[in-house]
């Protein structure tokens, strides 16, 4: 994700390597006897690195340490800048998922950010960790209440480590040249790029999948009971498609959008807020309530017992009403449904915003299984209440999360607690960014709250979260390969939400820009209808594997929709 930005700062690797000097990585670290236990809070921040905490019982599962950087002493005859800051190696309660924050979203971190951890169940350090440092790609569209909610923070990609108790951290800065005028004429010398301020590592626990009070040990030797999950091994490299970039063309394109667009939205959301297209938002409070046992006629009947919804809060029962249509309240995952069921559904669903071409024939694909947010463990207290929408969802983004691709299969959902709770608690979004996310083994999960089928307003796409969704692959795809049941479950996903919206997967549509450092603010922009993040914004995500398989995605999808 990479920003691909103007700058004249530039990189030298001689100054990069010349870091501060820590013991060798495999050097084992004798932990201190264990303290009395505590529990920690759900946000953890120290006045300074060293400030010990008190930490009570949570109210709510998962936690935050929040730790401020401070400077690091660099080697000068190494080449060091003395411009450095970091934190030496240190014991800290158990967490997964890290990164780093910082005051303004607008300031950007040009430097490189190093970690490297300690396994909770090894005493062996890892390996150092690049973190990626540009992701204000991502985001709420600018002068939309997300954005301008004052809580917003600059902050890196997360980067999944899996469970551990022991960090270190550097952040080196770029360097750039400096022209000035001397009484000897024009001189140019090296200078440290000057990082944001507030830098604050991010050490984030996903908690488990149900919001129980799990009593947590002090930050050492047995900190919080760990995800059973996080504890295995990282799986083996998955097997891989070739890489073959295609850029498809198809005649059918759309022309450009001169009149505002009606909301689709069939069933009655009490409207809080109203804008232009570049920036429409909609919200609902909490949704409708009025779940069945089963699903939708629609779709297969699927029971959930009363239990499954016993002591859901508010927040959790309106997520999951948002789903009702297709699923019962409570419900863990929406089913898959065959092309019948699911043309059946799309006339219960979107009957007035029908053409009579598409009630002759509806190009849809099977509804794929979504695992929902209350199927991968979301604690709905950490997002804001209400539900906001876009107008209808004419293009799909494809990213990557920049998080790695160690986690298993079975860690997915941990994967994706830690980047909910990252993307509330450390960068203060209103909840998730994506609408929806994949893993490695081709499931899917439902992403932002505000009901599958419907068109929640995302903030994946900077400049292009109007009327379009955000798809997130978890993993880093800069070189390593998606496999085939990735790429699938993202054909499979658009041939079923696009065409909810009459969409052609190989398609082009246009977008007005919000504004980004691509297009300017009020373009009309063609895309494609599946299109990559760097096709809205100038960034490397999804990553160079990822988006060269984007022309067969279309093409599956496409298929799917019986095109």
Known sequence: MRGLLATSIGVTCAAALALPLTPPADAATVRPAPATKTVPTGTTRATSPDTPTTPTLPDLPGSTQSLPLTSLTGDRALGGTGADQGLPRRDVRHFSLLGVVWDDPAAELHGRVQVRTRPADSAAWSDWQDVETHNADHGADPE??????????????????????????????????????????????????????????????????????????????????????????????????????????????????????????????????????????????????????TSSASGPSVSVSASATTGMSAETRAASAANTPLAPLGATEIPALDRPGTERELFSLRAAELTEAQRAKPYIGPRPSIVTRRGWGADENLREKRFVYTTKVKAAFVHHTASGNSYKCSQAASVIRGIYRYHVKSMGWRDIGYNFLVDKCGKIYEGRAGGVAKPVLGAHTLGFNTNSMGIAVLGTFTSAKPNSATVNAVARLTAWKLGLFGANPKGKTYLKSAGGNLYAKGKNVRLNVISGHRDGFATECPGKQLYGKLGSARSTSASYQGR
């Open 144 to 293: 939309t209440s997300e954005s301008a909610s004052g809580r917003v923070r600059g902050a890196t990609a997360p980067l999944w480590v899996g469970d551990s108790d022991g960090v270190e951290i550097r952040v080196h800065p770029d360097t750039e040249s400096r022209t000035e005028e001397t009484g000897r004429g024009t001189r140019t010398r090296s200078v440290a790029a000057l990082l944001p301020s507030g830098l604050r590592l991010e050490l984030v626990d996903p908690g488990s999948a149900t919001p129980a009070h799990v009593p947590a040990g002090p930050p050492r030797t047995g900190a919080t009971p760990p995800d059973t999950t996080a504890l295995d091994t990282p799986d083996t490299p998955d097997p891989a498609t070739e890489n073959t970039p295609e850029n498809p063309t198809d005649p059918d394109a759309e022309t450009p959008e001169t009149a505002p667009e009606t909301a689709p939205e069939t069933a009655p959301e009490p409207a809080s807020e109203t804008g232009s297209e570049t920036g429409s938002e909609t919200g609902s409070e909490t949704g409708s309530e009025t779940a069945s046992g």
